[in-house]
């Protein structure tokens, strides 16, 4: 793989459920984020993780946890969903320079919660 | 909150067309980017300006950056009909380690 991979594309799950949306990136970038995307609302952040083993929340953090136990990966998981976690989410990484942080999006996963 | 703002919200041109798109910030800067974002994707990095950079070209795209009125546009000449997407302007604050986007420029070219 080449780039920021993201799985499921699309779920839809039940108001209560657990569902974890996973994050994979091969760029050996240092630092990983996880956005969601609501219609006039741009990208809100919902955490990051500067490197691995360090995790940060960031503008909407409650309802959702994060874990980097290694370089590539960064699962969010959704403990108890409800309604208004319905969006569209999006990994990111970036090398984690201070200078620039550009960062590399994955394709998103678009979640419905019911 | 969101740092960036973008104006317009969206905006309706004609192809070869030049389009501009404009985004106001609140606090101190590292640097500012455009990213691009078309339906249904993950965005893509555009262009990257330094605080102390005024202008910067890439291609079709210019970017200007005033930081005294912590403002940045976005230029794109001789615009196409696959132009059409939303833009997003990101700021990287000096405090922190956070980029923070705006809401985005919904632009589309008509052929």
């Known amino acids: 793989i080449a780039g920021i991979t993201q799985a499921p594309t699309s779920q839809i799950l039940a108001a209560g459920r657990r569902m974890t949306l996973r994050c994979t990136q091969d760029m050996r970038h240092n630092a990983m984020y996880w956005y969601r995307q609501d219609l006039g609302l741009g990208l809100r952040l919902i955490h990051y993780s500067n490197t691995a083993g360090t995790t940060g929340k960031g503008e909407v953090p409650d309802g959702y946890s994060v874990s980097r136990a290694n370089t590539d990966d960064f699962p969010l998981t959704l403990a108890s969903a409800v309604p208004s976690q319905t969006s569209v989410y999006f990994c990111?990484?970036?090398?984690?320079?201070?200078?620039?942080?550009?960062?590399?999006f994955g394709p998103g996963t678009r979640l419905t919660v019911l | 909150s969101q740092q960036g703002e973008e104006d317009p919200q969206a905006l309706s041109i004609q192809e070869g067309e030049n389009a501009t798109m404009n985004c106001s910030y609140k606090?101190?800067?590292?640097?500012l980017q455009w990213y691009r974002q078309n339906s249904g994707r993950g965005l893509v990095h555009l262009i990257l300006i330094r605080s102390n950079e005024r202008e910067k070209h890439s291609g079709r795209l210019r970017v200007t950056l005033d930081t005294s009125k912590k403002s940045s546009s976005l230029l794109i000449t001789a615009s196409r009909a696959a132009d059409t997407a939303s833009y997003f302007c990101?700021?990287?604050?000096?405090?922190?380690?956070?980029?923070?986007f705006g809401a985005g420029t919904r632009l589309f070219v008509k052929a």
């Open positions: 606090t101190s800067i590292n640097n």
């Open positions: 990111a990484s970036s090398p984690g320079d201070r200078d620039s942080d550009t960062q590399y």
């Open positions: 990101a700021t990287f604050d000096t405090g922190g380690f956070k980029t923070i």
